[in-house]
């Protein structure tokens, strides 16, 4: 249930109009912006696009995140809205005869059941605010905190400005004149391990 729990607060902070929207895309801080949750690979992420001002948007989405848990509620129609837009990414693997049979084959392959699809959609209807709360808490609290893996991406211009502002918030950025340079530095220490 985490995995769908934290994939029903993933479409919950990324909905059109919703609450993350208001507080970033509504103030101007950043065009797009994404919570991504990857249980295949055990990953969340919260991404954002086309910033204006970076660090704001990262403080008002950590803020977002805290007064939610502070006061404890989520909005119901918006809960079943996320529980929608869940539901309807397992519905779509089943579109065409193709696809239906390629789910399938991946659930056997994994060793799942037939109808595991229709288990999770069961599952999905089942998930309460309370346990909502709890994976918010759990999973995506870290993400704003000094413990998360932030990266910045951003004009030569802007980081200086960018590492100050994040530093001000808590977090301290490690900065990376070349990506291609680091990344490979992080090959050979994947190798000498």
Request: with cysteine; proline share 3%; aromatic share 8%.
């Amino acid at each position: 249930a985490s995995d769908l729990s934290s994939g029903i607060n993933a479409e919950y902070g990324g909905q059109l109009e919703g609450v993350l929207w208001k507080q970033i895309r509504g103030q101007g801080f950043a065009y797009s912006y994404s919570l991504f949750n990857s249980p295949a690979s055990g990953s969340l992420a919260f991404y954002l696009g086309r910033a204006t001002n970076v660090s704001k948007a990262y403080l008002v989405a950590k803020e977002t995140i805290e007064g939610i848990l502070k006061e404890g509620q989520l909005d119901d129609t918006q809960i079943e809205t996320a529980k929608g837009a869940l539901a309807y990414n397992f519905i779509d693997k089943f579109a065409t005869p193709c696809s239906s049979a390629n789910t399938n084959i991946t659930n056997l392959h994994r060793g799942l059941p037939l109808n595991n699809d229709s288990l999770v959609l069961t599952k999905i209807s089942g998930i309460t605010e309370a346990v909502l709360l709890e994976a918010c808490k759990k999973y995506f609290q870290p993400l704003f905190t000094d413990a998360a893996n932030v990266i910045v991406c951003c004009p030569e211009n802007k980081k200086d400005e960018i590492s100050g502002d994040m530093s001000s918030i808590g977090l301290n950025l490690n900065i990376v004149e070349d990506v291609e340079e680091y990344i490979g530095m992080l090959d050979e220490r994947e190798k000498d391990s």
